[in-house]
């Protein structure tokens, strides 16, 4: 169970880290702050710089507490607040299916995360 909840939060934690890399510093094929601020803008999340920097912050240190199994209620109110944002502002409207660009993945995000918190993050964690 220990090495199980290992791959899931190095997993999950670290791809959500390397989404808020992508909008803080452009990495990975990301936009940086200016890029992504124009394009949260452009779907009514203003003002634009300060909310990526937010959401940015969010799945960065949340990702990374995540991984590390470090203050998990902490990294789970982080990772799955940009998630629920996400849902409302971004994929909500259009249906449940990923393939719609739905909601679908957030919400298995969403459970990823909050049902490792509530198991706790395992033996090999922080």
Request: glycine share 18%; aromatic share 10%; hydrophobic share 60%.
């Amino acid at each position: 169970m220990n090495a199980g909840l290992l791959v899931i939060r190095l997993v999950v934690g670290l791809l959500f880290a390397g989404h808020g890399a992508q909008k803080l510093f452009g990495w990975f094929g990301g936009y940086g702050i200016k890029g992504t601020a124009g394009w949260m803008e452009s779907i009514g999340i203003k003002p634009g710089v300060p909310m990526v920097i937010l959401a940015g912050l969010a799945e960065l240190v949340g990702g990374l507490l995540f991984a590390a199994g470090l203050f998990l209620p902490v990294a789970a109110v982080l990772l799955i607040g940009a998630m629920l944002v996400a849902i409302l502002k971004v994929h909500g409207s259009n249906g449940l299916w990923a393939t719609n660009n739905g909601y679908e993945y957030n919400l298995v995000l969403i459970a990823v995360v909050l049902g490792v918190t509530l198991i706790g993050a395992g033996e090999f964690s922080f």
